[in-house]
């Protein structure tokens, strides 16, 4: 795959990276590195993939990789503004806002499971990115389904 092939693959599916970075980071710099970073690794992984997978598929094992080791490097750190962020307007804002924040609080591969899960790939197509069977992704994304209720009712 050339230079420009795979700068158009990662056009098409940057929406997915942006997803995965917003679920691994709070604030705009950190997610816009992390982003650099999986396209880096991707581009790095690139002579490895041989299509035997969909590129998408792929892409969420490489991205999810990246995004769960940065975040175990990741130091937490406080930043003080002199002002209040805005609040969403919308309630739609707040509750797609909740479930991130609910999102967050899951462990790392409770993340990464329900993030494809709400992207809508199959049982089948989550367990080949995953690396577990099909039957425990649905044993798993049920007891992830229980946690995010518990957190969202809490």
């Excluded at 707040?94 to 409770?110: I, M, S, T, V």
Aim: proline share 2%; with cysteine.
């Amino acid at each position: 795959m050339n230079e420009t092939e795979f700068l158009a693959l990662i056009t098409q599916h940057q929406g997915i990276i942006a997803k995965i970075c917003r679920l691994y980071r709070d604030g705009k710099e950190d997610r816009e590195d992390l982003f650099q970073e999986i396209v880096y690794q991707l581009w790095k992984s690139v002579p490895g993939y041989k299509g035997r997978a969909g590129f998408s598929t792929w892409l969420y094992r490489v991205a999810l990789t990246t995004a769960i080791a940065a975040y175990r490097k990741k130091q937490p750190r406080i930043v003080y503004t002199a002002t209040l962020p805005e609040q969403a307007a919308s309630a739609e804002n707040a509750d797609q806002e909740q479930l991130l924040q609910a999102l967050k609080r899951l462990n790392d591969g409770e993340k990464a499971l329900i993030t494809l899960y709400l992207e809508d790939l199959s049982y089948r197509e989550i367990a080949a990115i995953t690396g577990i069977t099909e039957s425990n992704v649905g044993v798993k994304l049920n007891r992830i389904k229980q946690k995010i209720a518990k957190i969202w009712t809490h």
